[in-house]
């Protein structure tokens, strides 16, 4: 093979190999900006989700009840509820006793 034949041997594919490339670098660029736009739509969605986020943590503590208040109000009802258990359970006796009263004092002497 001479030199001219191995030059445009090396001429020849040069053409396709450039336009190989090229295409690929097109490709590459057009996804790349696809991707691009993505991330920008992602980041302005996670920016909104964010600040729904803070939102409802910030109205949750605002108006929900902790642990710590929800057991403090639950010991006070039952400690009040034990209290008006017993009170009615000695109902009957105390209803008893004032109609034993009742039935004594109008008892003649």
Same mark, same amino acid.
């Not at 605002?62 to 009615?88: C, F, G, K, N, P």
């Given at each position: 093979?001479?030199?001219? !034949?191995? @030059?445009?041997?090396?001429?020849?594919?040069?053409?396709?190999?450039? &336009?190989?490339?090229?295409?690929i670098t097109g490709v590459w660029w #057009?996804?790349?900006?696809?991707?691009?736009?993505? #991330?920008? !739509?992602?980041?302005?969605?996670?920016? !909104?989700?964010?600040?729904?986020?803070?939102? *409802?943590?910030?109205?949750? &503590?605002?108006?929900?009840?902790?642990?710590?208040?929800? #057991?403090? =109000? !639950?010991?006070?009802?039952?400690?009040?509820?034990?209290? @008006?258990?017993?009170?009615?359970?000695?109902?009957?006796?105390? =209803?008893?006793? #004032?109609? @034993?009263? *009742? =039935?004594?004092?109008?008892?003649?002497?």
């Open positions: 093979m001479t030199p001219s !034949e191995t @030059l445009s041997y090396f001429a020849s594919l040069a053409g396709p190999l450039i &336009a190989a490339a090229g295409l #057009r996804m790349e900006g696809k991707v691009e736009s993505v #991330r920008k !739509e992602c980041s302005a969605t996670t920016s !909104e989700l964010t600040k729904e986020l803070n939102a *409802f943590k910030l109205k949750v &503590a605002e108006e929900y009840a902790s642990w710590e208040t929800v #057991r403090a =109000i !639950e010991a006070r009802l039952t400690e009040r509820m034990d209290s @008006l258990s017993d009170q009615v359970m000695k109902m009957p006796d105390a =209803i008893v006793e #004032r109609m @034993l009263k *009742f =039935i004594q004092l109008n008892q003649p002497k």
